[in-house]
């Protein structure tokens, strides 16, 4: 969808004449009282659910939307009784406006002049597309980890428009190593010779070496120690002849599983996720705090919340740990809300959120069922 | 100490005519019994302990030892009672031979050529440092790190030569998540486009901004979340007038003061570390493994060690937490091996091994004391 009128941000800067990709699931009934908004985190997108067909009517491999375990018919977010919208957010590179197209005013592609956004940001660019939707007010807006943050943004900036958040291995900020992460991540990016101040496209290359090495650190964090022990343990990629400790004494080739895994990871990151934006979603990670003009409170913070709330968290998340959840759990109780929680002893760490876990997805369903669904 | 006899190698590899720089602090005793090798870590030397002179007899400035806080006159290990050995391991960058130096076969620069080395490795190059300084028996061999992998290596490569061996946030081995975050740092190292495959030196650079990664990322993994909130939380370096929430509302620039001190310790190392270096030490962490050689059982691989131990760790460690230095006190007393064991409650993660801390350093003072000290 198109927006012609200038959006201001946050950060004081503005843009305009931009496009938003979303795709929805499901009807919009009668009253238009059972749309339910989910919020994407770092590289996803506003493919959310179901799969894509080709020319010839088959299905595309592996194009399964990111929440398809969530979202769907018969699911816990189930579309035939929920009209389910996805957007991709300003700044991301799946379709909508993004460093990666044109600057309407200088006709160059923007790079690293794209504007800062900011969660803030991303909920008026959604709650225009929701306007344009003619849809008034969300049942539920939902989101995991950075897409947590946008649902309880929801929550404080149309407190009128929502009738539920669902917020998910998410947390009311960033810690200090948070953001340490995020900061590597980034250097690792900037200063790959390749990134050329962020103008990459102007030079016709990629800071793929950034991008891989930003990926590798991401999926460290997203994955619990046990989960990867599990996984992949000491486990030798092959067992070197001739030595009895099977190693193959190199510091450059790969040796464990875990490495070859990363290295997997990365390579496959960098080939489709433009560096630029990478730069602007950590920074909108690192930027949502909501209680910063409230001294660093909270409680007073979500005082403006009209919604009822469910939150998930997951025991073995150490990114956005079940300690993240309660301090919202805590502040929103604080302000007399109506509050369900969940703590998931899933080992999957971070990533469980986007898993197929039947204790959590049963969760989920039963509060759609049980409180969103119109009756 | 200049060696020329030829040293065999864990791989299979070899390597002749090296140096070992070391130090050495206190006396020797008539019966040669006190005696206390201290192992290094990633980043350190042989230079353990007190300051230099300069030339003018006046201190060098941040000239201390890097364990100034355990080894001296009247500290935890007393240089009044013990001779301490400092010695900076093969292939490191503080003047033992390492890939900076040139190959006597080939007279070239080493780079990437010089050979794999391992903890076992480095523990027969100790031991001939010991034999050429006429000491047979050790009255402790201790690490913190990597450092105590090497003490624990001691008992195990020397059993009748290590009367006791002191073992500080340590582990038997590296777990999935530690090799994967040196895998990151090394590939960090390896893409940097001034590598060239480790033969940097032949072309006059330096990968400068893969160590700077490197640096970062092993820092953010030797401090504890609650330290870095502590010490950074989300304080910004400076506040931006003109916006409420003070931010500068960039993706590049340093907001967060933990940006700022990531990056400045990741540019200090980069002037001093060696990148060759950090390759092959990260890689002798990776390949530590006692227990591979009895089927992943820790138990009957400890069964030759017999000296007595304290092992000592701390509660919020993540990199090398007090479950897996519980992990060598179990095979250990199941070995039937005198164990001492402390966990102390310091809120600095890996790094409180280096630290000044009352607790640690009097539980070390106190077994120095009443179970090493020479009667």
Chains 1, 2 share one sequence.
Not at 157 to 178: F, G
Not at 230 to 238: A, D, P, S, V, Y
């Amino acid at each position: 969808m198109h927006f012609a009128d200038v959006l201001p941000l946050q950060s004081g800067a503005s843009i305009r004449a931009y496009d938003l990709s979303y795709e929805t699931y499901g009807t919009l009934n009668a009253d238009r009282s059972n749309a339910v908004l989910i919020c994407h985190a770092l590289n996803a997108s506003h493919h959310v659910a179901g799969v894509y067909l080709d020319a010839q009517g088959a299905v595309v491999p592996k194009s399964e939307g990111w929440w398809d375990t969530m979202i769907g018919h018969g699911k816990p977010v189930d579309t035939d009784v929920f009209f389910v919208i996805g957007v991709n957010n300003l700044g991301s590179c799946f379709g909508s406006t993004g460093p990666m197209q044109r600057n309407p005013d200088s006709g160059e592609i923007y790079g690293a002049d794209f504007p800062v956004v900011t969660v803030q940001d991303w909920v008026q660019a959604q709650a225009r597309l929701l306007d344009a939707l003619g849809i008034t007010t969300l049942a539920a807006v939902m989101g995991g980890s950075l897409g947590g943050m946008q649902a309880l943004s929801w929550t404080l900036q149309y407190p009128e428009r929502v009738r539920h958040a669902v917020v998910v291995a998410s947390a009311p900020n960033l810690t200090a190593e948070n953001i340490a992460f995020n900061e590597v991540a980034r250097r690792a990016i900037v200063t790959d010779p390749d990134f050329h101040g962020g103008h990459y496209g102007r030079h016709g290359v990629l800071p793929q070496r950034g991008l891989r090495i930003a990926r590798m650190i991401g999926h460290i964090t997203y994955l619990s120690d046990d989960v990867m022990n599990e996984k992949f343990g000491r486990q030798l990629r092959e067992v070197a002849l001739g030595h009895a400790s099977g190693y193959k004494f190199s510091t450059q080739d790969v040796e464990f599983q875990i490495e070859s895994y990363l290295r997997y990871q990365g390579d496959k990151f960098s080939e489709y996720f433009d560096a630029n934006t990478y730069l602007l979603i950590t920074r909108a990670l690192d930027y949502f705090d909501p209680a910063a003009e409230h001294g660093g409170k909270l409680t007073p913070a979500l005082a403006r919340a009209r919604a009822k709330f469910l939150l998930v968290s997951f025991k073995t998340d150490w990114r956005f740990s079940p300690a993240r959840s309660r301090e919202i759990v805590k502040a929103l109780l604080d302000n007399q809300r109506d509050v369900s929680y969940a703590e998931i002893d899933a080992p999957h760490g971070h990533d469980a959120f986007l898993l197929d876990d039947p204790r959590y997805l049963g969760v989920v369903r039963s509060y759609f069922e049980s409180k969103v669904a119109p009756c």
